[in-house]
């Protein structure tokens, strides 16, 4: 015992008891640390300010993250200015004493010029020279020269008619800046039994004498129009949680910005509400953690190495939420929520997997600005697949409950938008985003399970997973020897790949058996025009065709010994001999046709076929049929989608009628959609290759009949 009576050995096993809590302690704070900065990082996109300029177009569909009612200064302004432009100008009344005054000076004009017309020692010139000196009269020369030819009964009858037109003109209204309104009817108020000749002159006459008797009021109208401005109200601007700012792919307008500004979206500023809300949710989600470890896998949650596990994969999964999830654009339906699920499933169990797929929900509802869409739809692709894995589930297993998980997702966004959007074009586009989550958290789940320790058995699926890999030896030598094949094989790769996902072939084992098909092309790779830079000099060409023939023949058979030696999986082989079934190599055989025509002799047809077997699996006619529309469309070049169309019709059309696929088990419908797509995958996948003869008409195997004609 020490001075207070305590033994050594209980402060040791007190201690020994403290330092599993306290680290225990630690790794939640961690963990609640982690949450909370995950959430509230302002680097990623749910905290990240949009930059926007009016006219930029929208890079996601930014939705409102909370209910907002504010004055829109835009439509405010807009709504006063459109009062203010409502009001006419205001006019002060007419004054009659312009008009007596006009009355007056169209006198004066007349009698001015009945004096100079009088004049008996002027000449034409100098009276029209005398009018042109009156500064109100601005009449033409012709009208002057009228006013001084005209006999003076036409003059006292346009005297009469000009002052009339002036008086009348000048009684009524005449306001400032619509002289011309009344000029232009003053040939309407012309006497019938006026001269026609002289109505242009009276008109030009009084026209000139007509001006404004009612000018604008200009502090009138401001007060009017301030009056009516002052009336109008504060316009507001309302949007609801969730509900769209901007669309995606559109302009962003003067509106938007101001919406977006109003619910702090330009500035990453965060308010103590976000930070007491996120802190919350942390400490939340790490006491339900604790609690349900504790209670229901008390001796699992004991090793600390499991718990740190659990909480980083959390981590991981929240933070790739953050960069999906915010602003719910479509991607965020790809979110591979269920492949927490199934992770966790096959680490500690249904009922904490469960646990985890609820928290991790209602984050990504928190996450998505309080959708309960978002939150729901994530809780149960979780839920159904830790559901229906199975522990020690194979990878079968983990594409069954990836499917289970899809079919929740979908699901779900049929229940909350069956309501109001069956109709839109966004929910199937949603539902095929549910559809692929299931298969992307699936590949998640293996992916992370085998980074921690390959806590599944999935040695099928782990050795296609290891034959794909680029640095595998037999890829490496295909790389580094045959480089033109090993890009032909990866434009296959692709063909493949997506018509066996389109038909719901093993994707997989298809994609493993297409990088392995043509490894045989290693024994002699530069006979192959696709590993040779200049097409143009070719070995064949100073062979004969039998001897060609032979040489590409024997591409397959090297494949198939070198994949013995390599000791690649059976299913793996089987592509090596089956991708070219029983075919014709075209090009020789038409060749070598040629020459035995020319020479008379007979010939043998046999040795220019591949010697099988015809394809004995979905996975491997596709690769055949891959393979030849590859080779035919990057031949011919199609330049228009149509005649691709027809290019790889074409070639897969010679394959059925060479029975070719007779053993594949693909059915017509597989076909359909293996044409399409192909038809997909080939657009801009045009490569030089040799286009051989038979792209045009299919030849056909020994022995075989085409129509009632054998051909040999």
């Given at each position: 015992?020490?001075?207070?009576?305590?033994?050594?050995?209980?402060?040791?096993?007190?201690?020994?008891?403290?330092?599993?809590?306290?680290?225990?302690?630690?790794?939640?704070?961690?963990?609640?640390?982690?949450?909370?900065?995950?959430?509230?990082?302002?680097?990623?996109?749910?905290?990240?300010?949009?930059?926007?300029?009016?006219?930029?177009?929208?890079?996601?569909?930014?939705?409102?993250?909370?209910?907002?009612?504010?004055?829109?200064?835009?439509?405010?302004?807009?709504?006063?200015?459109?009062?203010?432009?409502?009001?006419?100008?205001?006019?002060?009344?007419?004054?009659?004493?312009?008009?007596?005054?006009?009355?007056?000076?169209?006198?004066q004009i007349i009698d001015f010029v009945r004096v100079v017309r009088a004049d008996p020692l002027a000449d034409g010139d100098l009276k029209a020279a005398?009018?042109?000196?009156?500064?109100?009269?601005?009449?033409?020369?012709?009208?002057?020269?009228?006013?001084?030819?005209?006999?003076?009964?036409?003059?006292?009858?346009?005297?009469?008619?000009?002052?009339?037109?002036?008086?009348?003109?000048?009684?009524?209204?005449?306001?400032?800046?619509?002289?011309?309104?009344?000029?232009?009817?003053?040939?309407?108020?012309?006497?019938?039994?006026?001269?026609?000749?002289?109505?242009?002159?009276?008109?030009?006459?009084?026209?000139?004498?007509?001006?404004?008797?009612?000018?604008?009021?200009?502090?009138?109208?401001?007060?009017?129009?301030?009056?009516?401005?002052?009336?109008?109200?504060?316009?507001?601007?309302?949007?609801?949680?969730?509900?769209?700012?901007?669309?995606?792919?559109?302009?962003?307008?003067?509106?938007?910005?101001?919406?977006?500004?109003?619910?702090?979206?330009?500035?990453?500023?965060?308010?103590?509400?976000?930070?007491?809300?996120?802190?919350?949710?942390?400490?939340?989600?790490?006491?339900?953690?604790?609690?349900?470890?504790?209670?229901?896998?008390?001796?699992?949650?004991?090793?600390?190495?499991?718990?740190?596990?659990?909480?980083?994969?959390?981590?991981?999964?929240?933070?790739?939420?953050?960069?999906?999830?915010?602003?719910?654009?479509?991607?965020?339906?790809?979110?591979?929520?269920?492949?927490?699920?199934?992770?966790?499933?096959?680490?500690?169990?249904?009922?904490?997997?469960?646990?985890?797929?609820?928290?991790?929900?209602?984050?990504?509802?928190?996450?998505?600005?309080?959708?309960?869409?978002?939150?729901?739809?994530?809780?149960?692709?979780?839920?159904?697949?830790?559901?229906?894995?199975?522990?020690?589930?194979?990878?079968?297993?983990?594409?069954?409950?990836?499917?289970?998980?899809?079919?929740?997702?979908?699901?779900?966004?049929?229940?909350?938008?069956?309501?109001?959007?069956?109709?839109?074009?966004?929910?199937?586009?949603?539902?095929?985003?549910?559809?692929?989550?299931?298969?992307?958290?699936?590949?998640?789940?293996?992916?992370?399970?085998?980074?921690?320790?390959?806590?599944?058995?999935?040695?099928?699926?782990?050795?296609?997973?290891?034959?794909?890999?680029?640095?595998?030896?037999?890829?490496?030598?295909?790389?580094?020897?045959?480089?033109?094949?090993?890009?032909?094989?990866?434009?296959?790769?692709?063909?493949?790949?997506?018509?066996?996902?389109?038909?719901?072939?093993?994707?997989?084992?298809?994609?493993?058996?297409?990088?392995?098909?043509?490894?045989?092309?290693?024994?002699?790779?530069?006979?192959?025009?696709?590993?040779?830079?200049?097409?143009?000099?070719?070995?064949?060409?100073?062979?004969?065709?039998?001897?060609?023939?032979?040489?590409?023949?024997?591409?397959?058979?090297?494949?198939?010994?070198?994949?013995?030696?390599?000791?690649?999986?059976?299913?793996?082989?089987?592509?090596?001999?089956?991708?070219?079934?029983?075919?014709?190599?075209?090009?020789?055989?038409?060749?070598?046709?040629?020459?035995?025509?020319?020479?008379?002799?007979?010939?043998?047809?046999?040795?220019?076929?591949?010697?099988?077997?015809?394809?004995?699996?979905?996975?491997?006619?596709?690769?055949?049929?891959?393979d030849g529309c590859e080779s035919a469309v990057r031949a011919n070049r199609p330049p228009t989608i149509e005649e691709m169309e027809s290019v790889i019709?074409?070639?897969?059309?010679?394959?059925?009628?060479?029975?070719?696929?007779?053993?594949?088990?693909?059915?017509?419908?597989?076909?359909?959609?293996?044409?399409?797509?192909?038809?997909?995958?080939?657009?801009?996948?045009?490569?030089?290759?040799?286009?051989?003869?038979?792209?045009?008409?299919?030849?056909?195997?020994?022995?075989?009949?085409?129509?009632?004609?054998?051909?040999?």
């Open positions: 015992m020490n001075g207070n009576g305590v033994k050594p050995n209980s402060w040791r096993g007190l201690a020994a008891r403290l330092i599993p809590i306290i680290k225990g302690i630690g790794i939640a704070g961690l963990f609640v640390a982690g949450v909370t900065m995950t959430l509230l990082f302002p680097g990623l996109p749910s905290r990240q300010p949009y930059d926007l300029a009016v006219d930029d177009i929208a890079p996601e569909d930014i939705r409102a993250p909370r209910a907002i009612t504010y004055i829109s200064q835009i439509d405010t302004l807009a709504a006063r200015q459109a009062a203010g432009a409502s009001i006419a100008d205001v006019y002060d009344a007419p004054d009659p004493r312009i008009g007596r005054q006009q009355v007056r000076v169209a006198h005398y009018l042109a000196r009156v500064v109100a009269l601005d009449i033409a020369a012709d009208a002057s020269r009228m006013l001084l030819s005209i006999s003076d009964d036409q003059f006292e009858q346009l005297d009469r008619q000009t002052v009339g037109l002036v008086e009348e003109a000048m009684s009524g209204l005449v306001r400032e800046g619509r002289v011309q309104d009344v000029t232009r009817s003053l040939e309407l108020k012309i006497s019938s039994d006026f001269p026609e000749a002289l109505i242009p002159v009276a008109v030009d006459l009084a026209s000139e004498l007509v001006i404004p008797n009612s000018v604008l009021n200009q502090a009138a109208t401001d007060a009017a129009r301030s009056q009516a401005v002052d009336a109008v109200p504060d316009a507001r601007q309302s949007y609801q949680p969730g509900e769209v700012i901007a669309r995606a792919g559109e302009p962003i307008d003067a509106l938007d910005l101001e919406a977006l500004s109003a619910l702090g979206l330009t500035s990453n500023a965060l308010s103590a509400e976000e930070i007491m809300t996120a802190a919350l949710t942390s400490l939340l989600s790490a006491a339900l953690f604790v609690i349900y470890l504790v209670a229901l896998r008390p001796a699992w949650a004991a090793n600390l190495s499991h718990v740190r596990l659990v909480a980083g994969l959390f981590l991981m999964f929240l933070l790739a939420a953050q960069f999906l999830i915010p602003g719910q654009q479509p991607i965020a339906y790809l979110f591979p929520a269920a492949a927490l699920a199934m992770t966790i499933r096959a680490l500690a169990g249904l009922e904490i997997a469960a646990l985890m797929a609820v928290v991790l929900g209602g984050m990504a509802g928190l996450i998505a600005n309080g959708s309960f869409e978002i939150a729901a739809y994530v809780t149960v692709t979780g839920l159904l697949a830790a559901g229906t894995l199975r522990q020690g589930a194979r990878l079968a297993a983990f594409f069954q409950s990836g499917l289970a998980a899809a079919i929740g997702g979908a699901a779900t966004l049929i229940v909350f938008r069956l309501p109001t959007q069956i109709g839109t074009p966004d929910l199937p586009l949603l539902l095929g985003f549910a559809v692929l989550n299931g298969l992307f958290s699936t590949g998640a789940t293996v992916v992370i399970l085998v980074a921690v320790g390959g806590l599944t058995s999935l040695v099928t699926s782990l050795q296609l997973v290891d034959l794909m890999r680029p640095d595998h030896p037999l890829q490496r030598r295909l790389q580094q020897e045959a480089l033109g094949t090993y890009q032909h094989t990866l434009s296959v790769v692709n063909l493949v790949e997506a018509a066996a996902e389109a038909i719901n072939a093993d994707a997989l084992l298809a994609r493993a058996g297409t990088l392995y098909h043509d490894i045989g092309k290693l024994a002699n790779p530069g006979f192959f025009i696709e590993n040779r830079a200049d097409a143009g000099n070719s070995p064949q060409d100073s062979l004969a065709p039998a001897m060609s023939a032979q040489i590409v023949l024997s591409h397959v058979r090297d494949g198939l010994e070198l994949g013995r030696k390599s000791r690649l999986p059976q299913q793996i082989i089987a592509f090596i001999g089956e991708h070219h079934g029983t075919l014709p190599i075209a090009f020789f055989l038409d060749k070598a046709k040629k020459e035995a025509e020319n020479g008379g002799h007979p010939f043998d047809e046999r040795p220019y076929y591949y010697s099988g077997p015809i394809p004995q699996s979905r996975e491997a006619a596709i690769l055949m049929l891959a019709n074409r070639i897969i059309q010679q394959r059925v009628d060479l029975h070719q696929l007779d053993n594949s088990g693909l059915t017509l419908n597989d076909i359909q959609v293996i044409k399409h797509s192909f038809l997909r995958t080939l657009r801009g996948m045009y490569h030089p290759r040799i286009k051989y003869p038979g792209d045009e008409k299919p030849p056909t195997t020994p022995g075989q009949r085409v129509g009632t004609n054998r051909v040999y």
